[in-house]
């Protein structure tokens, strides 16, 4: 369910960012992606991270501890290890693990990035969401596959502007 912009979210990431990093490295690089990290986006109420990892064998390496502290492996994706976090049966956290080699295109940061210099398309995008939500019901599949043309769209048009190729942002 789409929540107004809650502007404390991004002291929740803040609060997250440093749970991870306790859990696992303290060096790495963690940051706040997905719609909660622009402000004044309407979005679901889950703060998504993006953490770098030198590998997946890093990932692996502090997954246990990760695990000791609540979170679990549980996603579709197929691209990069994702680990979630839930309160009383709510999701409430992702955290997504992108290799040090891959962090600089990676779509959800170049998304974010874009989405909060270029106002129209967040605007659009929010949108987008509004109407994936109401045709979704309570299918979160549909959900996002709602959203990606818009996605698809936007991210194709930031990739360009970096000088890079267009990839399918759809991966699960």
């Given at each position: 369910m789409l929540a107004a912009y809650d502007r404390r979210w991004p002291q929740q990431f803040a609060l997250i960012a440093a749970e991870l990093r306790d859990l696992g490295d303290a060096a790495w690089v963690i940051e706040h992606i997905g719609s909660t990290a622009v402000p004044g986006m309407?979005?679901?109420p889950i703060i998504d991270v993006a953490v770098r990892v030198a590998d997946e064998s890093e990932f692996e390496r502090y997954r246990p501890q990760l695990e000791r502290g609540g979170w679990r492996v549980g996603s579709r994706v197929r691209t990069h290890?994702?680990?979630v976090f839930e309160q009383e049966g709510v999701r409430t956290r992702i955290a997504h693990f992108f290799t040090a080699e891959g962090w600089d295109a990676v779509n959800?940061?170049?998304l974010r990035d874009w989405l909060i210099s270029h106002p129209a398309d967040a605007r659009?995008?929010?949108q987008a969401k509004i109407a994936a939500e109401v045709a979704a019901q309570d299918n979160r599949g549909a959900y996002?596959?709602?959203k990606t043309a818009i996605v698809q769209e936007?991210?194709?048009r930031a990739r360009l502007d970096r000088g890079m190729?267009?990839?399918a942002?759809?991966?699960k």
């Open positions: 309407r979005a679901k290890p994702v680990m959800q940061r170049i659009r995008y929010e996002n596959a709602g936007i991210v194709d190729p267009s990839v942002v759809y991966d």
